[in-house]
């Protein structure tokens, strides 16, 4: 079956810019979750989403913000880009909400670059 | 406030065993995960915790204590395909509720 697919893998951005990443999880899954993978502070928890709504969210400032549609695509949206929002966008799938890893296939991520 | 520690780098020899170390503290505990990270994909899922004790899986085993905050990831028989990222991460929830709390990674080179 196929992965969990995200869009684009690779972007440059320039500050004050907004941008839009794409998740389509596995066929079946409900559940998206985003983190974000930088070298200082690893993987860091954005939010999830389950049936369009979401579920958990992290700490991160509002400008990051996210949705899932009802075929379970995820985006998330990052408006008024920052340096620092230069980072590695991972989102995984799951079947369930909140497994918190349970489960969980990791797509390869998209590489944003802010400059 | 939340807290993983594990090390930054290792470096481990081929056929050798190494032993990656995570310690925690975390306002919840439901589970610990170790993932494998190779450059530039995905991580993947190499193991889970809950309860005390070794989880055995061919080449990899993971151990816990909860008393003691404290998780390990062995990998034995070390091939070059080994060299990756290692991720230790918590699940800091129940339930529903669950998120993964992770550390930053260990880097291990494996070297012929």
């Known amino acids: 079956k196929a992965g969990v697919t995200q869009t684009p893998r690779y972007l440059i951005k320039t500050r004050g810019q907004q941008v839009t990443l794409s998740c389509s999880p596995i066929s079946g899954h409900r559940s998206v979750s985003w983190y974000q993978q930088t070298p200082g502070q690893g993987l860091q928890f954005l939010f999830e989403y389950f049936s369009e709504t979401q579920r958990n969210k992290g700490n991160f400032p509002g400008r990051f913000s996210g949705r899932q549609f009802s075929n379970s695509r995820s985006e998330m949206n990052v408006s008024t880009l920052e340096l620092g929002d230069s980072a590695l966008y991972l989102c995984?799938?799951?079947?369930?909400?909140?497994?918190?890893?349970?489960?969980?296939?990791f797509g390869s991520g998209t590489r944003l670059t802010v400059v | 406030g939340q807290n993983i520690d594990q090390p930054t780098e290792m470096t481990a020899t081929e056929g050798a065993i190494v032993q990656i170390n995570c310690t925690y503290q975390t306002s919840g505990f439901n589970g610990l995960f170790w993932y494998q990270q190779h450059a530039g994909e995905a991580p993947t899922f190499l193991s889970y915790n809950v309860l005390d004790g070794l989880e055995e899986k061919g080449r990899f085993s993971s151990f816990l204590s909860r008393s003691k905050g404290y998780s390990y990831l062995l990998l034995k028989e070390l091939q070059m395909k080994d060299s990756a990222s290692y991720l230790c991460a918590v699940r800091d929830g129940p339930g529903n509720t669950g998120k993964l709390i992770f550390g930053q990674g260990t880097t291990l080179q494996v070297k012929p």
């Open positions: 995984a799938s799951s079947l369930a909400a909140g497994t918190g890893g349970l489960g969980y296939t």
